[in-house]
């Protein structure tokens, strides 16, 4: 999990992030990046890509990243608005981008997770499969993943007929049935397919009660 972080530091990096993302997928809500500085000799018993971890131990490994002293760490949110209007890809650069610039520390060399982001001015190693090879694209996907967990069920609080508390927004039957009865929240992606398709079959309704009457 350290393998990409040495060859890093033994090709003349000073300081190392990772880099990694939660939500391109959903439905609805935001896009979150997460970028992180490790201490060169860290290590960690049970830290892996957060997909493979429990909702509790992602919690707990958030709490010690981000309590950690000399773990630097930032993250990057880009909402709806900006995931319609330059679509998903675009929209996940930016996110990390803000969450590298909010590093309290610059680094000389990035490690992200799938392939390369050619909008990110920084020298990178993209590494397929990075979340679960390296501790530093790792810490950032957990990082990533509960903040957006947390902020998906503030939305959850405003709108609890969308269930975002259970599916975190991604299209589950439960959030399609939900999309279907009450139409897209202002937190909907609407130039996601599934979205735009209940969208344009409301307007079509719609159409057809107003000639019928």
């Known amino acids: 999990m350290l393998r990409f972080e040495r060859q890093a530091y033994q090709n003349g990096a000073a ?3 990772g880099v990694d993302e939660a939500g391109r997928g959903p439905l609805a809500g935001p896009v979150v990046a997460a970028a992180v500085i490790l201490p060169r000799a860290y290590h960690h018993a049970t830290l892996t890509d957060s997909k493979q971890l429990t ?5 707990t490994i958030y709490a010690e990243l981000t309590g950690h002293p000399d773990v ?3 993250t990057g949110i880009i909402g709806v608005d900006i995931i319609d209007r330059d679509n998903i890809l675009q929209a996940t650069g930016q996110a990390m981008l803000a969450a590298l610039r909010a590093l309290s520390s610059q680094p000389d060399r990035i490690l992200v997770d799938g392939r390369p982001v050619r909008t990110l ?8 499969g990075g979340d679960g090879l390296s501790f530093s694209i ?5 990082i990533a993943k509960v903040t957006r967990d947390r902020l998906m069920l503030e939305l959850h ?8 508390a259970q599916h975190k927004g991604y299209g589950t039957a439960d959030h399609l049935a939900a999309l ?5 929240s202002p937190h909907h992606r609407r130039s996601f397919a599934p979205v735009r398709h209940v969208l344009e079959l409301a307007q ?9 009457n």
């Open 55 to 59: 909702a509790r131990q992602r919690e």
């Open 138 to 142: 790792a810490a950032a996907s957990v």
């Open 72 to 74: 630097v760490w930032a």
């Open 157 to 164: 609080a405003q709108f609890p007929h969308y269930h975002f």
């Open 204 to 212: 079509t309704q719609v159409a057809t009660s107003h000639r019928e």
């Open 15 to 17: 300081v190392i992030a």
């Open 180 to 184: 279907r009865q009450f139409g897209a």
């Open 121 to 128: 001015p920084y020298p990178q190693t993209a590494i397929v």
